[in-house]
């Protein structure tokens, strides 16, 4: 009888563990990435997550938020089917300082929890130093 009870719980437990629906899986380790040390004026502030739909339906992105206006995320329109991949364009407004934001992704994976999906950016973006012509030092032969 308790052969029954176990095998009949390993069943119950598997068919729970055992998803079926789209599911998204990231490239970007953690769901970050990381800009680094950036100049202002160099650097577009565009980057891409790329993922993969890992399950077997179709995965829709419905929505794209980012926590500020100076984050403009952009999502595919087109529903991604399984085994296809698709990209979120995230675009940073460069502004000089410490890059930390978040980007919440709203879908119809059943991996995460009500579908939504939370990716994040870091770095630094630098600015570089402005030369004043008067203020240099002339170094020539006759110095």
Do not use: W
């Not at 052969?3 to 729970?16: G, P, Y």
């Not at 100049?39 to 577009?44: C, L, P």
């Not at 891409?48 to 419905?62: K, M, Q, R, S, Y």
């Amino acid at each position: 009888m308790k052969k029954a009870v176990l095998i009949c719980f390993a069943l119950v437990s598997l068919t729970v563990f055992s998803q079926k629906g789209p599911m998204i899986e990231f490239k970007a380790k953690d769901n970050t990435i990381d800009y680094g040390k950036v100049y202002k004026g160099e650097d577009s502030g565009i980057r891409v997550f790329e993922f993969t739909n890992t399950g077997d339906a179709p995965l829709i992105i419905t929505n794209v938020q980012s926590t500020c206006g100076c984050t403009v995320p952009s999502r595919p329109k087109e529903p991604i089917l399984p085994g296809k991949t698709g990209e979120i364009e995230v675009k940073y407004n460069m502004a000089t300082g410490p890059i930390r934001k978040s980007i919440t992704v709203e879908s119809n994976a059943v991996n995460y929890d009500g579908g939504k999906i939370h990716l994040k950016i870091k770095g630094d973006v630098l600015e570089k130093a402005k030369v004043n012509i008067v203020e240099q030092k002339k170094v020539g032969p006759m110095q």
